[in-house]
């Protein structure tokens, strides 16, 4: 039942109001729930029930009013009963009345509605007592017949002002009378036939700074039988019990309500129950598995999501969908606390992450040995990044954030490539600017954006293209050289390797043109000595010989830039210039001989 139930200006006081129904007698009740809302306002002289201890007497139950000689079997309140004053108020039934041989029976129900009756209870000359609130049963009839809650529990809040109770309110037989201000109890009058066992109380006695009567497990319960596997939560109230029973009591008062208490409860998963033990039945209820598949499909997407890997994520998603079923399907409730327990286990977070952690780890140790091989001349570089980054992996907070440090390996990579590739030798500088264009291209666009240095491939490039511009040029005048002077080809093509050697060790721009200018000058250098002219030694007539040599020094060296000439002995120009007057001077001495032959001979 689901109703919300609001009652007002009731004035009598022999009324019996229930969830599920008023008034339950010679029955049996078996799987029933209420999850509703009922609201009493009582408006009629003393008390809804009075407190008399006939069973005629009123009662509001979130389940039923007023019980007699009745089963309940796995009956539930969840819903919250409020009434302003009232005696017999409870989650399962308000007043319970057994007499003769009759037997009224309790067994595995549970009330996790909040209860409310009489908060403004003041002690008053002449009044009724109010109260018998409890969050199973309200009070009790005690007239000889046998009364047996067992195996039930309450988490629901119990607010009251007297005679308040986690499971029992109280006995109407012997329910105390007012005299002025002072609380008596009767003669112990209450139903020795009374037993309570199996229970545990940890819903909270909201009694404010009253103590009449108020006990986490019964308030007042004059006679029956408290002693076998009761528990209460520490805290919930003053006191386990409100009155001492005749028979004896004993209420154990924990830190912790678990499952082993008693027979016949399973532990709460998935926050069910606010965690306190519940029945396995309740487990298997179509919404309670639903809830525990919520539960750990919330614990998923708040606690272990953001942490893994795209790998563990699917791996996971999968386990949850399988765990779904088997807790949709399971035929009994501990498959479902196994199952339960089994996807905890597979998400626990550290773990998760330690071993996600571990797999990015041997990624990057893979592209750090793969670096290595591929690149030897910046494994000192590597192996720094390679240390700084395992530690970084370490103390990643999520597979994510460790991925990144992978990507920020790889990317390094170009940068040290690029690095190395700047003041290396121009030989080296077009390798070495294919490997930075590959090893970048191998990158993926999230590691690609994480290279600082990739555009000074373009001063590498270019650099390397004007290297390979200067080599041709050179190459081109070492064979224009060879043609023009073949008996010089063998000390022709020792200067241009020796250039060319020069060219390609420069690791700057400006150091180029130094080394074409040098060949240049080396060549001059190279005729002036083949001339072979020395002041002073060499005669005219070797002179007269070694005249083409001359005039080919000569084109060569009014072929030089002044840069070019500068690179020259001091002398070189002066020595061929005195050759050059020298071969002057015998050619017209000769010239003049012949002339005088051809007159003498005339």
């Not at 006679?223 to 009591?249: F, I, M, P």
Request: hydrophobic fraction near 40%.
């Amino acid at each position: 039942s689901d109703v919300k139930i609001t009652i007002t200006g009731l004035t009598n006081s022999n009324a019996n109001l229930g969830g599920f129904t008023g008034v339950a007698s010679a029955t049996s009740f078996t799987d029933c729930r209420f999850e509703g809302s009922i609201t009493c306002q009582y408006t009629g002289s003393g008390y809804l029930g009075r407190g008399y201890s006939s069973y005629s007497g009123g009662a509001l139950g979130g389940f039923i009013g007023l019980v007699k000689y009745t089963t309940l079997e796995r009956c539930v309140n969840s819903g919250d009963v409020t009434v302003n004053k009232a005696s017999g108020v409870g989650g399962i039934a308000g007043r319970i009345y057994a007499s003769g041989d009759d037997e009224t029976r309790l067994h595995e129900c549970l009330n996790t509605g909040h209860i409310s009756n009489d908060v403004n209870f003041v002690i008053g000359t002449g009044e009724w007592p109010a109260g018998g609130i409890g969050g199973i049963v309200g009070v009790t009839d005690g007239m000889g017949g046998s009364l047996l809650i067992d195996t039930c529990y309450n988490t629901g809040v119990i607010s009251g002002g007297i005679i308040a109770g986690g499971i029992l309110g109280g006995i109407t037989n012997g329910m105390p009378v007012l005299f002025r201000t002072v609380i008596k109890p009767t003669t112990s009058t209450g139903s020795k036939k009374l037993v309570v066992k199996n229970c545990y109380n940890a819903g909270v006695l909201d009694t404010g700074t009253k103590v009449d009567h108020i006990g986490t497990l019964a308030g007042f319960p004059i006679d029956g039988r408290y002693c076998d596997n009761l528990y209460v939560l520490s805290g919930t109230a003053r006191a386990a019990l409100g009155w001492k029973s005749s028979q004896g009591d004993r209420i154990y008062a924990v830190d912790m309500l678990t499952a082993d208490i008693f027979d016949g409860l399973i532990e709460s998963i998935a926050d069910l129950n606010g965690g306190y033990p519940i029945f396995p039945w309740q487990l298997l209820l179509e919404n309670n598995r639903e809830a525990v598949i919520a539960y750990l499909n919330e614990y998923y997407h708040t606690n272990v999501e953001s942490l893994i890997s795209d790998a563990q994520r699917t791996a996971l998603e999968a386990m949850l969908g399988q765990t779904a079923e088997t807790i949709r399907t399971a035929a009994d409730a501990q498959s479902i606390v196994d199952a339960y327990h089994a996807a905890l286990e597979a998400m626990n977070p550290e773990k998760l992450l330690d071993e996600a952690r571990a797999a990015v780890l041997r990624k990057l140790t893979e592209a750090y040995e793969a670096a290595k091989t591929a690149y030897p001349t910046i494994e000192a570089g590597l192996t720094e990044r390679y240390t700084s980054d395992c530690d970084a992996i370490t103390k990643s907070a999520n597979a994510a954030q460790a991925e990144t440090v992978v990507d920020g390996f790889a990317a390094h990579v170009v940068d040290l490539l690029v690095a190395a590739a700047q003041g290396a030798p121009m030989k080296e500088l077009a390798g070495k600017a294919e490997e930075i264009e590959a090893a970048y291209a191998a990158l993926t666009e999230a590691q690609q954006a994480l290279v600082q240095d990739y555009a000074k491939l373009t001063d590498i490039q270019a650099l390397a293209a004007l290297y390979a511009k200067d080599l041709d040029l050179l190459k081109q005048w070492a064979s224009e050289d060879k043609a023009a002077y073949p008996d010089l080809e063998e000390k022709l093509a020792g200067l241009s390797a020796q250039a060319q050697e020069k060219l390609g060790n420069c690791t700057r721009q400006e150091e180029l043109a130094p080394v074409l200018d040098g060949y240049c000058a080396d060549v001059v250098r190279m005729l002036l000595a083949d001339v072979g002219f020395a002041a002073g030694t060499t005669t005219m007539g070797e002179l007269d010989e070694a005249a083409e040599k001359l005039e080919r020094t000569r084109r060569a060296l009014n072929g030089l830039t002044e840069a070019q000439k500068a690179l020259l002995e001091e002398n070189s120009e002066q020595t061929l210039e005195a050759a050059e007057e020298l071969l002057a001077v015998y050619r017209k001495a000769a010239e003049t001989v012949e002339a005088w032959a051809a007159e003498d001979a005339a």
